[in-house]
């Protein structure tokens, strides 16, 4: 009964490099919702995938970022040519549904991105 | 632009007394809020939610009021437990669209 699983938990990189998160669903689920919280902020969205499909991108920055999640595998966000400013925590969550009435967003334990 | 807000970063309580958690936003869109625990170095924990065709859910210790003329939502916790000692994010999400908001949540610490 594994929940959301979110690797590497702490990932450090060089500016100018690139970082991959990697997000594995609780099993079952097969929508994902990647979250970012900056420091002494709360969690703002980025991006809502399902299977083979971005549904909702409206939170991604629109340079150097991107997601997806294939059909097999976990979902991967990707940030190329990382700056410091995008230091930060990244989380990942999963639902059965679109988490609103129906189900709610069960989240990883998160993974903390620092560019040096 | 931050439609939910926590205007409390922190709050400190008696255990056994009653915590309040304050929670305000601003798009008169939103129709279903949800609370979340986190711990330090884990994700978020799903607490309790409400719809807005109510003005109140409960849950054991937990009750969420809604009041929608006042934009304004609230997390009361009785009795107060040293394990509650979390920080407490408020979501909102609307009818339309995909994603929830968030407040930038309320460090909460029980005094034993």
């Known amino acids: 009964n594994a929940g959301v699983m979110q690797n590497p938990r702490h990932l450090v990189r060089r500016r100018g490099q690139e970082a991959r998160l990697r997000c594995s669903p609780m099993?079952?689920?097969?929508?994902v919702y990647w979250y970012r919280q900056l420091p002494e902020e709360g969690l703002k969205f980025m991006v809502y995938l399902q299977k083979e499909n971005i549904i909702d991108e409206s939170g991604m920055p629109k340079e150097r970022f991107s997601a997806e999640f294939p059909k097999e595998g976990p979902s991967i966000l990707r940030i190329q040519q990382v700056v410091r400013g995008d230091s930060a925590a990244y989380f990942c969550a999963s639902s059965l549904a679109w988490g609103r009435t129906t189900d709610t967003q069960y989240f990883g334990p998160g993974t903390r991105l620092t560019v040096l | 632009d931050q439609q939910v807000k926590q205007n409390s970063p922190s709050l400190s309580v008696q255990e056994g007394r009653i915590s309040i958690l304050n929670c305000d936003y601003t798009n008169s869109m939103f129709d279903y809020f949800l609370w979340y625990k986190k711990y330090p170095a884990e994700g978020p924990t799903f607490l309790i939610s409400?719809?807005?065709?109510?003005d109140k859910n409960e849950d054991g210790r937990f009750t969420v009021f809604l009041n929608k003329s006042a934009k304004h939502l609230s997390l009361h916790i009785v009795p107060s437990q040293p394990g509650d000692s979390a920080v407490y994010f408020c979501a909102a999400s609307r009818n339309t669209g995909n994603q929830f908001y968030f407040g930038t949540g309320t460090s909460l610490t029980v005094i034993p």
């Open positions: 099993k079952g689920h097969s929508h």
């Open positions: 409400i719809s807005s065709i109510k």
